[in-house]
């Protein structure tokens, strides 16, 4: 890993530190602060990486040059040159190459340290990178080819590019290789890699908010299983379990080892006691802290009783007695009491503004159904004002008018308020103005 000032523009040592500065899955120079003694055969093994730890290699520096670490040097290779940068020297990187197995015959070595053109050919391969990475996925998705190319590399000559490419099974990809060979007029390589590698390749941020460990220091993948998140208590969800690389995180295991060992100290056959008061079943255990968590069918009270009141619960269940309730340890109130608020017992949820319930328009309702009696109904003062002029003005016109029974019949016609329809059922109303007197 590098050094904590590497988001603000690092020290400035150009990778001279010990953590051997910004590249991925570098090792931890531990042993730079010992002096050796003289006599000790030192073989100048070196560590090189490639592309920030894309790749890394071992070289041996025959020509005793004065290399430490965050140099750039160039080295050997199958065709022509490459360019990279020393992470690992001394007795670290000898021991590092016998824990990976590397045969000593096959190390390549070290031509000379890096020059200003060696360096500028460099960056010209790598803006090459990022165009090639995407021709090659559509040249890819075009031959119909289920795979998936995550990391492209140039040599630093440009001769050879490496394709990192991630798929569920084998890829025939010999048209492929043909292809990107006359596309890109260089020799083409083709490694299969796995979704862990493909993910440490290309580097981010985890859920923990640290750099991921396949990218810093991780080199062994265990298979990890949900098992492990079960020894450890936690809940089975996948999108909270798995990394960038949509497996199981490889963290699980770390911790696994302790679980395992914790879970030998609790007894089997204790998912239910039965004590004077009834059957207790048991609802969770935390290993670390020692104790287990009980709560009755008729309460939902959770009970914290110690691994040790277990062990004397048990003696006492073997010596054909039954065991006193849980009462001793401590009792958790269930989530569905309220919790008392200290700020006057007022919640969040109280002082937000409760939405106003629209109440239904009557009118739209109520526009195809028949009209309402009007016998139930109370007029308003307006209205009744209105009715009593209407009164006055029959009366008079009733009184100027021949007493006829075709007149009256209009005349009550026109005394109806409102000129509404005849309705039968109007008789009750009680606003309805009386009969002229002539009728």
């Not at 430490?68 to 590092?96: P, R």
């Not at 890096?114 to 090459?128: G, P």
């Not at 026109?414 to 109303?429: M, S």
Request: glycine share 8%.
């Amino acid at each position: 890993m590098g050094c904590g000032s590497c988001g603000t523009g690092g020290c400035g040592s150009s990778g001279g530190c010990s953590t051997g500065s910004c590249n991925k899955l570098n090792t931890y120079d531990w042993l730079s602060d010992f002096l050796l003694p003289e006599e000790y055969p030192s073989k100048n093994i070196v560590e090189v990486s490639f592309k920030n730890g894309v790749r890394k290699g071992f070289y041996i520096n025959s020509e005793r040059l004065p290399i430490e670490n965050g140099a750039m040097v160039a080295v050997q290779s199958q065709t022509g040159h490459d360019v990279g940068q020393v992470v690992l020297t001394g007795l670290l990187a000898e021991l590092q190459l016998k824990k990976k197995k590397a045969e000593k015959a096959d190390i390549p070595k070290i031509y000379r340290l890096a020059t200003k053109n060696d360096i500028s050919k460099l960056e010209e391969a790598r803006q090459k990178d990022t165009e090639t990475l995407l021709k090659s996925r559509a040249l890819a998705k075009n031959l119909g080819l289920d795979m998936k190319i995550g990391e492209v590399e140039y040599q630093a000559d440009s001769k050879k590019a490496t394709f990192y490419y991630t798929a569920e099974g084998r890829v025939d990809f010999r048209e492929l290789v043909k292809v990107f060979a006359k596309e890109f007029k260089t020799k083409i390589e083709m490694k299969q890699i796995g979704l862990r590698q493909e993910a440490g390749k290309i580097g981010g941020i985890g859920t923990c908010g640290r750099e991921l460990c396949c990218s810093t220091w991780l080199t062994d993948f265990k298979v990890v299983s949900t098992q492990a998140a079960r020894y450890q208590n936690l809940a089975i969800n996948t999108t909270r379990l798995s990394g960038q690389c949509g497996r199981l995180k490889c963290c699980l295991n770390f911790e696994l080892d302790l679980y395992m060992e914790a879970h030998k100290e609790f007894p089997k056959n204790i998912n239910s006691i039965t004590t004077k008061r009834g059957p207790a079943k048991l609802i969770k255990t935390d290993i670390l802290k020692r104790t287990l968590y009980y709560a009755y069918r008729e309460s939902p009270t959770l009970y914290e009783v110690d691994l040790e009141d277990i062990y004397d619960i048990l003696e006492v269940i073997k010596a054909g007695k039954t065991p006193e309730d849980f009462t001793i340890g401590t009792v958790i109130e269930s989530e569905k009491e309220k919790e008392s608020d200290l700020v006057g017992h007022i919640s969040i949820s109280q002082l937000e503004k409760k939405k106003k319930k629209k109440r239904p328009n009557k009118n739209r309702n109520n526009r195809n159904k028949p009209k309402a009696k009007k016998a139930d109904t109370v007029s308003s003062p307006d209205k009744n004002q209105g009715i009593n002029k209407n009164k006055k003005n029959n009366r008079n016109k009733s009184n100027n008018r021949p007493n006829n029974k075709s007149t009256n019949r209009g005349a009550e016609a026109n005394n109806k308020v409102g000129n509404k329809p005849k309705n039968k059922r109007r008789n009750n109303n009680p606003n309805r103005p009386p009969k002229p007197k002539g009728e």
